[in-house]
């Protein structure tokens, strides 16, 4: 079993825990407990994720509830530690709601939901989250589904952003261009995911666990899990 310690945050409304846990501790034997949004004391985890699903309804607005549960104080302190946090999907919308992330996630372009297979250009290979990716080029194939998956910042924060070379993944191609056409729910700068200037926060739309078994028809989202074990081995 891997010496790393996963956390997977459960709220009321989570559909994606499971699925995370199923990759960490089915698909690569690594040591991972379920944390429940009303717990605190998550002190024995060494890397958080934050799954997708539609925490307490997604009333008011994605993530707006979530991040006043109990659990996330202890979360802001163990990332504020320099310890690795991962949000997908719903867990990005609230990273960004509890100030861990910049910008914010909004209505896509079309108003409309969206649940697809996307191409991402992996812009940052050097993370807790993306080492396992290496220094190779191409895209990779993830599934999005969203209704406010489109990426927003004032032009400071996104200057900024690109400045310290904050975007971590970017809707692109097959071949790994990124382009207007490429970008499926209208995310400014074709934005799919970002990391805190520290690095060890991260935050994504797009679905790694759902790219994670032959099963599903793509393996490239295990690397997200994989890679981050492997550096503590």
């Known amino acids: 079993m891997s010496s790393l310690k996963f956390g997977v945050i459960v709220f009321p409304g989570s559909n994606c825990s499971r699925d995370v846990a199923y990759v960490t501790r089915d698909r690569l034997d690594a040591d991972t407990r379920m944390v429940w949004h009303r717990d605190t004391d998550i002190a024995d985890l060494d890397a958080i994720v934050i799954p997708g699903g539609f925490s307490y309804g997604d009333y008011l607005r994605c993530g707006a509830i979530a991040q006043f549960s109990p659990v996330m104080r202890a979360v802001v302190e163990h990332a504020n530690s320099g310890k690795p946090v991962l949000g997908i999907c719903n867990g990005f919308q609230i990273l960004t709601e509890v100030g861990l992330l910049p910008g914010a996630l909004i209505r896509n372009r079309d108003l409309h939901f969206i649940c697809e297979t996307v191409s991402l250009s992996v812009e940052r290979r050097d993370l807790f989250w993306t080492q396992g990716y290496g220094s190779g080029a191409g895209a ?21 952003l690109e400045d310290e070379n904050g975007v971590v993944f970017r809707y692109c191609d ?39 078994d032959v099963a599903l028809g793509s393996e490239d989202g295990l690397a997200m899990f994989s890679g981050a074990i492997a550096a503590l081995v």
Not at 141 to 160: C, K, M, N, Q, S
Not at 174 to 203: F, M, Q, R
């Open 140 to 160: 990779i194939a993830v599934p999005i589904a969203h209704g406010e998956g489109r990426y927003y910042a004032d032009a400071d924060t996104l200057a900024r």
């Open 174 to 212: 097959a071949d790994g261009n990124v382009s207007p056409e490429a970008n499926p729910n209208g995310s400014l700068g074709n934005i799919a995911g970002i990391c805190n200037t520290t690095g060890n926060v991260v935050g994504m739309m797009p679905h790694p666990e759902r790219a994670s």
